[in-house]
């Protein structure tokens, strides 16, 4: 087993914390001048730990092992939320780097061959999982042509900023990578709940996005009796308790949803609102009740507009995300490795969060490890993994590096 250095790990995650440091939490948007900063010094000490360290042209930090052989790919991001913590995406990215030299310490895997990754804006400030898109071949070049922050600033200027335009982009090596594997904290509570220590991903959910919108009358509040109102935020109200009724129908104990936001118009205590706009999201790791659940939506769209009054008109937000299930063999060496680091504290579980991980497992086998998360919070501040835990997962995810890459060099030998 080859041992990693803890504090070097934790000393690591604490000095890419200061980047963007709002104690407790992290401030680092995309592209922002502390982003670069923090990827200059990301490359530097993927440098020092002997990779071939470059930041391309959309701002992914890639170090590519000098080994010759088959690649193991570790990696996540280090971009954070506008609330972010300190360890979302940026712990996965460390541990990629820990693993990269506790392999090389060792006689027994120095030959193994460790590339790591800091994908470039996976939190969407400009273009959600930019920097893995462009890893894949996904075409990017409208994307970065037309996408703007909350502050209107383009990601063409963003990246002239930055000192990025021109640079090359690092695209996915046919045939180098034999897996990719993306450690993080899980962003929830189960594991904590049920007092494991490390979850053995098993799929990343589907998500859809949408909109109903609700058309009445406005008028007066104080002069329109109820009786003849067509109060289009009344309908809204209603219409979301008889949708909560009937999803908990096709539901299972995984499956979320959430009204993110409502809209009325006008928006004022003295005016019945005219329109109601209610944005929904919904994620599962079962395709067919994804589906289920839009077709329920529909048919409740339906029902209501055939009562009158006020009128219901459901679109579509995004694309829709289908669930992507982890590699299976991946998968039991990550459930090998924790049973041999972690016994009896471990278990499988989808991940109810997007990661690039996604997106890569179109084109290389995919696995994933969670840590717990203290109080089940992310995006937010106050998120945090005890150190226990982070050093745990690491050296269950550098178990499972040697053992995948060891089986994987045997194959192709």
Not at 253 to 275: A, F, K, N
Not at 356 to 361: E, F
Request: charged content about 25%.
């Amino acid at each position: 087993m080859s041992k990693i250095n803890a504090d070097r790990l934790l000393n690591d995650l604490k000095q890419l914390r200061t980047f963007g440091s709002t104690s407790p939490g992290v401030v680092r948007l995309a592209l922002s001048p502390i982003d670069m900063e923090s990827r200059r010094w990301l490359a530097d000490r993927m440098s020092d730990a002997g990779l071939d360290a470059v930041i391309d042209g959309v701002g992914t930090v890639f170090g590519r092992s000098r080994k010759s052989g088959a690649a193991l790919l570790i990696g996540s991001h280090t971009d954070t939320q506008p609330t972010g913590g300190w360890l979302d995406g940026a712990m996965g990215v460390i541990y990629g780097l820990e693993i990269a030299r506790a392999l090389a310490e060792s006689k027994e895997t120095s030959h193994l061959a460790v590339d790591v990754a800091s994908w470039s804006d996976e939190e969407g400030t400009f273009a959600g999982f930019l920097g893995s898109r462009s890893f894949i071949g996904d075409p990017v070049d409208e994307t970065i042509a037309c996408a703007r922050n909350r502050e209107g600033q383009r990601l063409q200027d963003a990246l002239e900023a930055a000192g990025l335009t021109g640079a090359p982009r690092v695209r996915l090596e046919k045939g180098r990578h034999v897996a990719y594997l993306e450690p993080h904290i899980e962003q929830g509570g189960r594991l904590e709940a049920t007092g494991k220590s490390i979850g053995v991903v098993t799929t990343i959910v589907g998500i859809r996005e949408l909109r109903v919108r609700f058309t009445g009358q406005r008028n007066h509040a104080g002069t329109t009796p109820m009786s003849i109102r067509r109060d289009a935020g009344a309908a809204l109200v209603g219409f979301v308790a008889r949708m909560n009724e009937a999803f908990q129908q096709l539901v299972d104990s995984d499956t979320v949803w959430t009204v993110g936001r409502i809209d009325l118009d006008p928006g004022s205590l003295s005016v019945v609102p005219g329109q109601a706009d209610m944005y929904l999201q919904f994620r599962d790791a079962n395709a067919a009740r994804l589906r289920a659940m839009e077709e329920k939506l529909a048919e409740l769209v339906r029902d209501f507009n055939v009562e009158g009054g006020v009128s219901a008109l459901l679109m579509t937000l995004h694309e829709p995300e289908e669930p992507v299930t982890m590699d299976g063999a991946l998968q039991e060496h990550l459930a090998n490795s924790s049973e041999a680091v972690a016994p009896g504290r471990w278990v499988r579980m989808p991940s109810g969060a997007s990661h690039d991980a996604q997106l890569i497992a179109r084109h290389i086998p995919a696995c994933m490890l969670f840590v717990p998360s203290i109080g089940g919070v992310s995006h937010d501040f106050i998120e945090d993994t005890a150190e226990e835990h982070i050093v745990l997962g690491c050296q269950v995810a550098a178990t499972a590096a040697v053992a995948i890459l060891q089986e994987m060099s045997a194959r192709r030998s």
